[in-house]
């Protein structure tokens, strides 16, 4: 998606569908484009909003145009075959009375709280699951259902396993929702969306830590030297943060052959077990076919293995790659560095 300003003169059909997005939005003002921005989803909103930002000194006939084709695509779908949802309330309300045509209408257009629920994907999963995990599983059914499907997978995988199927079958179940529920869920949108908006931060203090020091310049064994002095926890606590067992992904082969030759195979096989599939393949790659067949064999010898004992054999290659480090023997990628080709 280009987000690139358009150039002055730039016609129509130079613009992509986002950037005229973008342009009507930041003519209509901050409150009616807030109240846009609501009813998209994530990545329409993210899309759009990097458009908004990288738009600068857009002339005039570029907005002309923008705007223009706005209001021809809202006549082509405004004409009198297509009432607006307010004009049909209107008249339902005089007709039925507003109870039930608030229902009728949420069986034509759907609902009125999808913009509500789509608010909801910028909340973390776990903190979702844990606002309904107390819920009837019809209930959650429902409430997952008006979710992006992305987010709604996250928040499943984080509510007990063994309730899983259950939910995942009530939610295929759903048809006509009555009105109740309905006014049920969206109370229950609503109570999430005012603790989102009031609850605190939450940050790794260790891992973010860990990360700066990674990227400062100088000998990092002495600045944790230091650290230590102050706080001998929690300099250990970065230490362990900075020499991550899932950093041998990004190390060099010459790196790998190196840390390969010093940790014995049973120890290679046992912390490689559920383990991250970019680090399992780029041991196999630095590995010669015949090291390959018998490090294959050492994994099946081990069998199911206890979780406690994979971190401590992780942790125990990391102490190597450490002693290795500090002995000058390798030099350690110790965080994603940008690369060009």
Not at 103 to 111: E, N
Not at 121 to 132: C, E, F, N
Not at 142 to 168: C, K, Q, T, W
Not at 307 to 322: G, S
Request: some cysteine; aromatic content about 4%; glycine content about 6%.
């Amino acid at each position: 998606m280009a987000t690139n300003p358009p150039e002055a003169g730039a016609e129509d059909g130079a613009m992509t569908a986002i950037e005229q997005a973008a342009i009507v939005l930041l003519s209509m003002g901050e409150a009616p484009a807030a109240a846009v921005l609501r009813c998209l989803e994530r990545e329409e909103l993210l899309a759009v909003t990097q458009a908004m930002s990288a738009m600068s000194g857009i002339k005039v006939d570029t907005a002309r145009s923008a705007l223009q084709r706005f209001f021809d695509d809202y006549r082509e779908q405004s004409g009198l075959h297509g009432a607006s949802r307010t004009f049909l309330k209107n008249s339902l309300d005089l007709a039925l009375g507003s109870s039930i045509s608030s229902s009728v209408l949420t069986r034509i257009y759907g609902d009125a709280i999808r913009p509500k629920m789509a608010r909801l994907q910028w909340a973390s999963p776990r903190w979702v699951a844990d606002r309904i995990a107390q819920e009837h599983v019809h209930m959650q059914a429902v409430f997952l259902a008006f979710l992006p499907p992305a987010m709604a997978s996250e928040v499943i995988a984080s509510l007990p396993e063994d309730g899983r199927d259950e939910l995942i079958v009530r939610v295929a179940q759903l048809g006509h929702v009555e009105h109740r529920l309905l006014q049920e869920v969206e109370v229950l949108a609503d109570a999430c969306l005012q603790s989102l908006e009031t609850q605190s931060a939450t940050i790794e203090g260790v891992k973010q830590a860990a990360e700066i020091l990674n990227r400062l310049p100088g000998d990092k064994a002495r600045m944790v030297e230091q650290l230590r002095e102050r706080d001998p926890g929690v300099a250990g606590q970065i230490e362990r943060s900075m020499y991550d067992f899932f950093i041998l992904s990004r190390q060099s082969e010459e790196v790998l052959l190196r840390i390969i030759e010093a940790v014995p195979m049973d120890e290679w096989a046992i912390a490689l077990k559920g383990g991250d599939s970019d680090v399992r393949r780029a041991i196999l790659g630095c590995m010669p076919q015949r090291q390959v067949k018998t490090f294959q064999d050492a994994i099946r010898r081990t069998g199911p293995v206890a979780a406690r004992r994979v971190e401590d054999a992780r942790a125990a290659i990391m102490r190597e790659v450490k002693a290795l480090a500090d002995a000058g023997a390798i030099e350690v990628q110790l965080y994603s560095e940008a690369t060009v080709e």
